[in-house]
């Protein structure tokens, strides 16, 4: 018998979406300051779901564009 894959709770965290007022309101979640979070999504428009993958992914370029 094959035992679970352990893989199922990190694609269900990967597959969680969220608008970019949630994403900002869940900011101290990814390690950031709320105006972090809003810069990062500047462009994305209010309605859109973002995975929270992206939200990081837009988070560090955010971040790293700053100290240049």
């Not at 969220?18 to 900011?27: F, G, M, P, S, V």
């Not at 990814?30 to 837009?58: C, I, N, W």
């Amino acid at each position: 018998m094959r035992k679970p894959v352990k893989h199922a709770e990190n694609l269900q965290a990967a597959a969680f979406t969220a608008t970019k007022q949630e994403w900002i309101e869940r900011a101290a979640a990814l390690a950031a300051e709320r105006f972090e979070v809003a810069g990062a999504l500047y462009h994305e428009p209010a309605t859109a779901q973002l995975s929270e993958t992206a939200v990081k992914d837009k988070l560090k370029i955010y971040k790293e564009g700053a100290n240049k």
